[in-house]
C-alpha cells in the first residue's frame, strides 16, 4: 500500500540513505552535495511537496519548486529507494495522475536528468515529458544531461531560473 502525504524533514532525514543509487549518481553529478541537503533543500523551496510511503517509511520524495521568473512554471523533481520497486505497479499506474495533478498549479514542469538514468527517462517520457535537449556538461561532474518538460497549456520551451541544486 502506498500513502502520499506532505513532506517534512523527517521524511528526508530517514531518506537521505537509502536513496536509489541511480539517484545518488545523479546528485552526485549535478551538485555534488549530500544527499540529505538535496532533499531538505527540496522540501523547503519546493510547493508542494509530497511523500511517498508504504506506511512505515518514506519510499521517495518529490515536488515542484516555483520558477522565481516565470508564474506557472516549476521545476519538478523527484528521488526516492529501492524499495519503490516493491509498489512498482501502484507507483506507475498512479504517476501520471499526479503529475496531472501538479499541473493544476504549474503549466510547465522542467527540470534536468542525467542521461545516464535511461529507466528514469522512460518513466518521464511515460509520463508526458519530453526531452528538450541534451547538455554535453552540466552539473558539477560536467557529465551528460538531458533537459526535460511537460506543458500542459502549450506554452512551450519556457524554462528559467528557479533551481532546487541536484534535485531532479
Not at 46 to 56: I, L, M
Not at 68 to 86: K, M, P, S, T, Y
Request: proline share 4%; net charge negative.
Amino acid at each position: 500500500m502506498i500513502v502520499i502525504m506532505s513532506a517534512v524533514i523527517g521524511h528526508a532525514e530517514q531518506l537521505a540513505g537509502r536513496l536509489r543509487k541511480a539517484d545518488l549518481r545523479e546528485i552526485e553529478a549535478a551538485a555534488g552535495e549530500e544527499p540529505l541537503a538535496v532533499l531538505t533543500n527540496g522540501i523547503a523551496c519546493s510547493d508542494p511537496c509530497y511523500t511517498v510511503s508504504d506506511g512505515c517509511h518514506p519510499l521517495a520524495i518529490f515536488g515542484v519548486v516555483p520558477d522565481a521568473c516565470i508564474e506557472g512554471v516549476g521545476r519538478i523533481w523527484f528521488l526516492g529507494a529501492d524499495d519503490l520497486r516493491n509498489h512498482s505497479f501502484t507507483f506507475i499506474r498512479h504517476s501520471r495522475r499526479w503529475v496531472a495533478r501538479l499541473h493544476e498549479r504549474y503549466p510547465v514542469l522542467w527540470n534536468y536528468i542525467d542521461a545516464r538514468n535511461d529507466l528514469h527517462i522512460r518513466w518521464l517520457r511515460w509520463c508526458g515529458f519530453t526531452l528538450l535537449r541534451r547538455i554535453e556538461d552540466y552539473g558539477v561532474a560536467r557529465l551528460p544531461f538531458y533537459e526535460f518538460e511537460r506543458d500542459a497549456g502549450g506554452h512551450g520551451g519556457v524554462t528559467c531560473c528557479a533551481v532546487v541544486t541536484g534535485a531532479s
